[in-house]
């Protein structure tokens, strides 16, 4: 079993920025694939950004590229996305997500990951 845990959360203005951490418990993620996704109210869970194992290849929405950035400390059992330029359209509850793989793959849709985090709330206002 692996545990995440999602802070970094908050009210920021347009165009600012802010940095999500995912730290796990229960086991080390290094042989694990790492995403975020986000959550709008009224929209299903859709896919933000997500790291290989080793944090050597990354993948990202097209909605985010460019001002988001996923990277992972292994030694520190953590995920970073580090959210700049932000806009009012990125306000929701952000979601880390965990899935059991050593490869190169960085999987994008929420069904194929193994854990979750419980959220974090980050809101921009215009």
């Known amino acids: 079993q692996v545990q995440l845990v999602e802070s970094g959360g908050g009210l920021v203005q347009a165009g600012g920025s802010l940095r999500l951490s995912c730290t796990a418990s229960?086991?080390?993620?290094?042989?694990?694939?790492m995403g975020w996704f986000r959550q709008a109210p009224g929209k299903e869970r859709e896919f933000v950004a997500a790291t290989n194992w080793n944090g050597d290849i990354s993948s990202y929405a097209d909605s985010v590229k460019g001002r988001f950035t996923i990277s992972r400390d292994n030694a520190q059992n953590t995920v970073y996305l580090q959210m700049n330029s932000l806009k009012p359209e990125d306000t929701a509850v952000y979601y880390c997500?965990?899935?059991?793989?050593?490869?190169?793959?960085?999987?994008?849709?929420?069904?194929?990951?193994?854990?979750w985090g419980q959220g974090t709330q980050v809101t921009v206002s215009s």
């Open positions: 229960g086991r080390t993620i290094s042989t694990y694939a």
């Open positions: 997500g965990a899935k059991l793989i050593k490869t190169r793959w960085t999987p994008r849709g929420a069904y194929e990951y193994d854990y």
